[in-house]
């Protein structure tokens, strides 16, 4: 590791001693459970992903991503790494899939059943941070930083179903192991377009996993359903002063589009979210702009969406035609549904991360994770000690964010494990995440992570009726709600999405340094 990466330099021999005692081989803490009886092809999982050097080595590969800091579309570094370790270890790996250079699907083992894990590797702009300092300070300004852990995701994707490849090895377990390399799942642009090209098609159930500070699962209806569109007006353009007669502001239309949305919004339930930014809106004020872009995000329910999205076309064509102006593309980047979380999936996952139990954190570790509290001016509790119970649905839907899972979910069983490495308080899509993503406790986190994937996929793998459980809550589910995908049948993924940004930024963070993953 570069020493130039985080301030606070961490002393990984002890670390790592401390890691492999707390992380012990035999003992299988069933903290708020029974103790559980284990099945000689999942101790064999987590005795595997208990190894000190297995640790280390997904936790290097977690923090190189983290370092390369890469935004949705254009993580090439980072979805090769976790490709090639793939591959490496003897996976089928198939790169470039549904139209997305960075989207790849690594397979081993042979038959059904087929279980899915999905991994997530892209970054957020504008959060560089070096890694666990507790105070603001971006490694380099402006650029891009791993703020909600899809750094650690990848990596404790691809080593849990490393893990279970083992177990497949030794056991001779009937079944195939996936891995979904997902990219871009910050614009929640990937997994439609996934799911469009039949990815999912022979998956029998998928375990998803997101880093945050417990660990836990839940099930049943989340988030927001979500169209997001880059609307496109052209005018006239003329010397804002000497002609401006003559001219049609493309810009007006924008305007007029976004004066009618926000009226828009006293009449819309209450569950919908509607923002917007200006991507192109001119160069200087004395040019009466020709050409404007106004790119939305409107979200609601899956009920709601198409409706909403209806009156926000409407706004967009009272803007051209009010300026008197051509609305000459709506271009659909992504269209998603609601996550639809298999309960079945989120009860067996439980009793795993029950079994797995909360990582033990050293003194150093709370020490820093009190310091960013204190910073952050959150509660200074230091590290979780006991894992999440089982989370219900909400009683009301509120609306809220949107993630790309949610296309998954409709297509086959799925729920997510939510790992720890965190600090509690520190706040998503922020610098103090990114502080926290890197290091030792991102590396314990998506360690524990991967033991509670390993052991679903083993329990799904190697006991019918847990798999039984999974796929006759689902397909009840999908005959009342067949699926149908919100994409306009000419969508495209949107390859050169953030790509300015990263060609500004990638030299300045290689300069920067980026961490070395090799052994
Ligand atoms: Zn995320």
Same mark, same amino acid.
């Given at each position: 590791?570069?020493?130039?990466?985080?301030?606070?330099?961490?002393?990984?021999?002890?670390?790592?001693?401390?890691?492999?005692?707390?992380?012990?081989?035999?003992?299988?803490?069933?903290?708020?459970?029974?103790?559980?009886?284990?099945?000689?092809?999942?101790?064999?999982?987590?005795?595997?992903?208990?190894?000190?050097?297995?640790?280390?080595?997904?936790?290097?590969?977690?923090?190189?991503?983290?370092?390369?800091?890469?935004?949705?579309?254009?993580?090439?570094?980072?979805?090769?790494?976790?490709?090639?370790?793939?591959?490496?270890?003897?996976?089928?790996?198939?790169?470039?899939?549904?139209?997305?250079?960075?989207?790849?699907?690594?397979?081993?083992?042979?038959?059904?059943?087929?279980?899915?894990?999905?991994?997530?590797?892209?970054?957020?702009?504008?959060?560089?941070?070096?890694?666990?300092?507790?105070?603001?300070?971006?490694?380099?300004?402006?650029?891009?930083?791993?703020?909600?852990?899809?750094?650690?995701?990848?990596?404790?994707?691809?080593?849990?179903?490393?893990?279970?490849?083992?177990?497949?090895?030794?056991?001779?377990?009937?079944?195939?192991?996936?891995?979904?390399?997902?990219?871009?799942?910050?614009?929640?642009?990937?997994?439609?377009?996934?799911?469009?090209?039949?990815?999912?098609?022979?998956?029998?159930?998928?375990?998803?996993?997101?880093?945050?500070?417990?660990?836990?699962?839940?099930?049943?209806?989340?988030?927001?359903?979500?169209?997001?569109?880059?609307?496109?007006?052209?005018?006239?353009?003329?010397?804002?002063?000497?002609?401006?007669?003559?001219?049609?502001?493309?810009?007006?239309?924008?305007?007029?589009?976004?004066?009618?949305?926000?009226?828009?919004?006293?009449?819309?339930?209450?569950?919908?979210?509607?923002?917007?930014?200006?991507?192109?809106?001119?160069?200087?004020?004395?040019?009466?702009?020709?050409?404007?872009?106004?790119?939305?995000?409107?979200?609601?329910?899956?009920?709601?969406?198409?409706?909403?999205?209806? &009156?926000?076309? *409407?706004? =967009?064509? $009272?803007?051209?035609?009010?300026?008197?102006? %051509? /609305? #000459?593309? @709506?271009?659909?980047? !992504?269209?998603?549904?609601? &996550?639809?979380? *298999?309960? =079945?999936? $989120?009860?067996?996952?439980?009793?795993?991360? %029950? /079994? #797995?139990? @909360?990582?033990?954190? !050293?003194?150093?570790?709370?020490?820093?994770?009190?310091?960013?509290?204190?910073?952050?001016?959150?509660?200074?509790?230091?590290?979780?000690?006991?894992?999440?119970?089982?989370?219900?649905?909400?009683?009301?839907?509120?609306?809220?964010?949107?993630?790309?899972?949610?296309?998954?979910?409709?297509?086959?069983?799925?729920?997510?494990?939510?790992?720890?490495?965190?600090?509690?308080?520190?706040?998503?899509?922020?610098?103090?995440?990114?502080?926290?993503?890197?290091?030792?406790?991102?590396?314990?986190?998506?360690?524990?992570?991967?033991?509670?994937?390993?052991?679903?996929?083993?329990?799904?793998?190697?006991?019918?009726?847990?798999?039984?459980?999974?796929?006759?809550?689902?397909?009840?589910?999908?005959?009342?709600?067949?699926?149908?995908?919100?994409?306009?049948?000419?969508?495209?993924?949107?390859?050169?999405?953030?790509?300015?940004?990263?060609?500004?930024?990638?030299?300045?963070?290689?300069?920067?340094?980026?961490?070395?993953?090799?052994?």
């Amino acid at each position: 590791m570069k020493s130039h990466i985080g301030d606070a330099p961490i002393r990984w021999g002890i670390v790592l001693s401390i890691m492999s005692l707390s992380l012990g081989v035999h003992s299988f803490p069933a903290q708020q459970g029974e103790k559980q009886a284990v099945a000689p092809q999942k101790k064999l999982v987590l005795d595997w992903l208990a190894q000190r050097d297995i640790v280390e080595r997904f936790g290097k590969i977690s923090d190189a991503i983290w370092s390369y800091a890469e935004l949705g579309m254009q993580e090439f570094k980072s979805s090769k790494l976790l490709a090639d370790t793939l591959e490496q270890a003897g996976f089928k790996v198939e790169r470039g899939l549904a139209g997305m250079p960075t989207c790849f699907v690594a397979s081993y083992g042979s038959g059904k059943p087929v279980i899915g894990i999905l991994g997530e590797f892209d970054a957020l702009p504008m959060i560089s941070q070096k890694g666990r300092v507790p105070t603001q300070s971006p490694l380099v300004e402006g650029a891009p930083g791993h703020g909600c852990g899809h750094n650690a995701q990848g990596a404790a994707a691809a080593a849990a179903a490393i893990a279970v490849k083992q177990a497949i090895d030794k056991f001779g377990i009937k079944g195939t192991i996936k891995v979904f390399g997902s990219p871009a799942e910050e614009t929640v642009i990937s997994r439609p377009y996934m799911v469009r090209a039949g990815l999912f098609q022979d998956v029998d159930a998928v375990i998803d996993n997101h880093g945050g500070s417990s660990f836990g699962t839940s099930y049943g209806v989340e988030g927001n359903a979500l169209y997001s569109v880059v609307f496109t007006f052209k005018g006239k353009t003329a010397h804002a002063a000497g002609s401006p007669w003559s001219a049609r502001s493309a810009l007006d239309a924008v305007d007029i589009m976004n004066v009618a949305v926000n009226y828009l919004r006293e009449h819309l339930f209450y569950t919908e979210r509607i923002h917007y930014v200006i991507t192109e809106g001119g160069e200087a004020p004395n040019v009466v702009p020709d050409r404007a872009s106004v790119w939305y995000y409107v979200r609601d329910s899956d009920e709601r969406l198409a409706d909403t999205y209806d &009156r926000v076309v *409407n706004c =967009a064509k $009272a803007g051209a035609l009010a300026s008197g102006t %051509e /609305l #000459v593309s @709506m271009r659909v980047l !992504t269209a998603i549904h609601q &996550r639809h979380a *298999n309960k =079945a999936a $989120a009860e067996l996952y439980q009793k795993n991360i %029950e /079994l #797995v139990g @909360m990582p033990a954190w !050293t003194d150093e570790e709370i020490a820093y994770a009190k310091a960013l509290q204190k910073t952050l001016g959150a509660r200074e509790s230091g590290m979780p000690a006991r894992v999440g119970s089982l989370r219900d649905p909400d009683r009301t839907f509120v609306g809220g964010g949107s993630s790309d899972v949610g296309e998954v979910t409709l297509v086959a069983p799925t729920a997510t494990i939510r790992f720890p490495g965190q600090v509690p308080g520190a706040i998503g899509h922020h610098w103090s995440v990114t502080s926290c993503n890197f290091g030792s406790t991102a590396w314990k986190g998506l360690n524990a992570g991967a033991k509670a994937m390993a052991a679903s996929a083993i329990d799904l793998m190697t006991v019918p009726d847990e798999l039984n459980k999974l796929r006759v809550e689902f397909e009840a589910y999908a005959k009342d709600h067949p699926y149908k995908s919100f994409l306009p049948p000419d969508a495209t993924p949107p390859l050169d999405l953030n790509k300015e940004l990263m060609d500004k930024y990638r030299p300045r963070m290689e300069a920067a340094g980026y961490v070395d993953w090799k052994q």
